[in-house]
């Protein structure tokens, strides 16, 4: 058995000021007008055996490949590790900005330079204010390092994603048909029902000593599209429920997953309740069942690995 896992948490506020682009489209003019809630940068940093980990969530569309690089080799020399140990991981909400530019080169005809938000990108100062944040964030958990524990459990939500594409009576397969549509024939795909919690604690997980928690579940985060508003959508609904429920201390991360065409509106039911906040609330709840079962683990060996994967398109 290793040395003893340490850990700590931080979140930042990285909201955008208004007139920032909102990403989530493409060609869209989207200045931010209105705040429903806010946006953060949430870090974890691990730490055992000389081994140092830092995770971070971000409540943004994405963010290049250049920013991240920038930042991971940032982060690696000021903890002391890799730039592999560093985890990025944006939340995919539609209603935030995102970090570089979502289409075409810088020396592209047809993205003209006086009209930027046709890229999608929220402009450069925004990069640089979410790249404070972040470093801020890092420090911060990294000054506070102390004894952690871990453990983690899985469960099902049912309830609250959907496949959005479907085979119509016609033949033809349509994404995003009408609510209840009668040429609707059937499902096209599947959804992935998984919600996953990893509670890293100061003290087995006792209300109030929760340093932090991984939390996961997969849905495109799409509530606040098209609107000229800034929400974190159901990640920040869920982060926010599990604050209130288990400590402010603890500092949640959401890691959502490969979405696809999973998506949180029902077209089989015209009078479902699409809600972020509904969808936060549910998940909360699901995540203080699998929290009453989970047990934490006395002997955790802390690894990390890092490949890139090309996906053809």
Known sequence: MGSALIAAAAQVDITPPRGTQIAGDIGRYRPAEV?????????????????????????????????????????AARLGTRPEAVLIHCTQSHAAPMIGDLAGRPASPYFPAEFPFL?????????DQVQAGVLQAVDTAAAALGPARIGWASGIEGRISFNRRFVMRDGRVRTHPRSGDPEIRYVEGPIDPEVGVACISSDGGRPLTNIAML???????????PQR?????????WSSG???????ECTPLVLNGCCG?????????????????????LLT??????????????????AYASQHLSIPL
């Open 35 to 75: 705040v429903i809630d806010p946006l953060f940068v949430k870090a974890l940093v691990l730490e055992q055996d000389g081994i140092r980990l830092c995770l971070l969530s971000l409540d943004l569309l994405a963010a290049e490949a250049s920013w991240c690089t920038e930042v991971r080799q940032k982060l």
């Open 119 to 127: 890229r999608g990108g929220s402009g450069a100062a925004y990069a």
């Open 215 to 225: 939390l996961h579940f997969t849905c495109h985060p799409v509530h606040g599209y």
């Open 229 to 237: 508003h800034i929400s974190a959508g159901w990640p920040g609904a």
């Open 242 to 248: 599990v604050k209130q429920s288990f400590g402010q």
């Open 261 to 281: 065409n999973i998506h949180h509106a029902n077209h089989l039911d015209p009078g479902y309740e699409d809600d972020y906040r509904r969808m936060g609330r």
């Open 285 to 302: 709840e699901d995540t203080a069942g699998l929290l009453r079962r989970l047990r934490f683990q006395d002997d955790t060996r802390l």
